[in-house]
């Protein structure tokens, strides 16, 4: 991984629409290298995909979402990996994280509403074996992610001409 | 009581700059995207401004030494020495000014006597020439050419030394050209001033902002240290424009000279725009955060695109290779650099700088800022695309 690559990923997390064209004048390099480079990323997994950021706020069918912090018995031999697969594999589950500190696993779900979230927990997460306890918060407002401040951000306030 | 009869003659001589009457133009429309600014568009990195808010919140609001705190004077000085090798003494070589446009003027104050010439890299930002006549001396202008990347041509400068030369003005990277000079180029200037009494005031202020390696100091090059009065700040680097803050650094007997004069008109540079600057310095010496390379690297992708751009359209260009402007050939429209930009204005609600505002050299180019989004770079180059195929 060298430091060109690591600029194209940064073109890419900032707008993984851009061309290959568009990436390579940035970048100083041919359509055709970055056009190579991009699928080498793609080929060893480093770039997973490509998607939309969108802020649900401003949707008519607003989503909720919840941290749910989750404390869990490992696994003989699979550790934390077998109950946190059994975990992720829900739709609802957007992230999951294995944690240091008071709690194991971190999970952010996501629903069309409390009830729905909330049958998630009561019916699909708690009643696990494996789960010992959970904690679960309700996102009240999102401000950035993924880098991605929500706010809108004031405009340009430099004077139109300057030496 | 007739007021223009009391105005000095000195005041009286001084051109306003033509670039305010095309201020009031763009200003006045709407829709306009502007290439024709001369600051970045970044806002100054949040660690920055939290350490003005915390020095606000510590109560400092009183003067600092004329010279600015020795915190700031030691990291000034701890800067020069990472970044080029330089040793000044943060007590006796350095002081803090408002703007590295301050410092320009207490140089040419402090070495200009009546009838001296101060020569200047033609085109080249607007402030030298006023500040060299505001002094009592006048302007010499030494033609640089595309042809040279617009760097200063050593037998240029041999021929313009005269008895009366007082100083050199070395403004590198250069505003509005893009221009830097390398170190071979500033060996070849050093070799014709060893040995004259001219000094020279470097202006560095976008010393941090080059494409093709690190920026060479005047200063560095062997036996020109004395000679040089080093000139930079904050401003572009560090997206600081607004905090008026810049920095001396040079041979003590100008320094106290310049001192002097600073402590008299100006006491101290704000405090908490000082407070800021130490963190930015600070902050960049100890690694901990990579703005400067980060807008660096964002003005380094727009330079590429917009070059890229204005190639396409069939105007010639000199790659530029430092601070954020790019200074398009415009002969080739039939048109004069004021009757293009104007035009452009007009027409496609695009704002550039005529390149005879920064001096009689520039007359055939404009000024473009890349000091802008790229998304507002690209709509621009695309309004002005329309508008050079139109005339050629």
Known sequence: ?163 | MNIDTLISQRAKAIQPSPIRRFFDLANAMEGTISLGIGEPDFVTPWHIRDAAMASLRAGETAYTPNAGTLQLRQAIADYLYARFGLEYDPKTEIFVTVGASEAIDLALRVLVDPGDEVLIPDPSYISYSPGALLAGGKSVLLPTYAEDGFALRGDVLRAAITPRTKALVLPYPNNPTGGIMTRPQLEELAAVLKGTNVPVIADEIYGELTYSGDHASLAQIPGMKEQTILISGFSKAFAMTGWRLGFVAADRRFVSQMLKVHQYVIMCASTMSQAAAAEALNGLLRGEFDDVEKMRRAYDQRRRYIFDRLNGMGLKCFEPRGAFYIFPDITCTGLTSEQFAESLLREERVAVVPGNAFGSRGEGFVRCSYAASLKNIEAAMDRMERFVKGRQ
């Open chain 1, 1 to 163: 991984m060298d430091k060109i690559d690591a600029a194209l990923l940064e073109l890419l997390e900032e707008d993984a629409r851009r061309t290959p064209k568009q990436v390579g004048v940035l970048l100083g390099l041919s359509e055709a290298e970055a056009k190579a480079r991009i699928e080498g990323l793609e080929a060893t997994g480093i770039i997973r995909g490509y998607t939309t950021l969108v802020d649900r706020e401003q949707m008519d069918e607003e989503t909720i979402s919840a941290l749910i912090e989750v404390k869990v018995q490992p696994e003989r031999n699979r550790g934390f990996d077998a109950i946190a697969e059994q975990l992720y594999r829900f739709d609802e589950v957007k992230d999951c994280y294995l944690m240091s500190g008071a709690y194991d696993l971190m999970l952010i779900v996501e629903g069309k509403n409390i009830r729905s979230v909330s049958r998630f927990v009561s019916e699909r997460l708690s009643i696990l074996d494996n789960v010992q306890s959970c904690a679960t918060h309700f996102i009240l407002k999102r401000y950035k992610t993924d880098g991605v401040i929500f706010e809108k951000q004031p405009e340009d306030r430099r004077m139109v001409v300057s030496p």
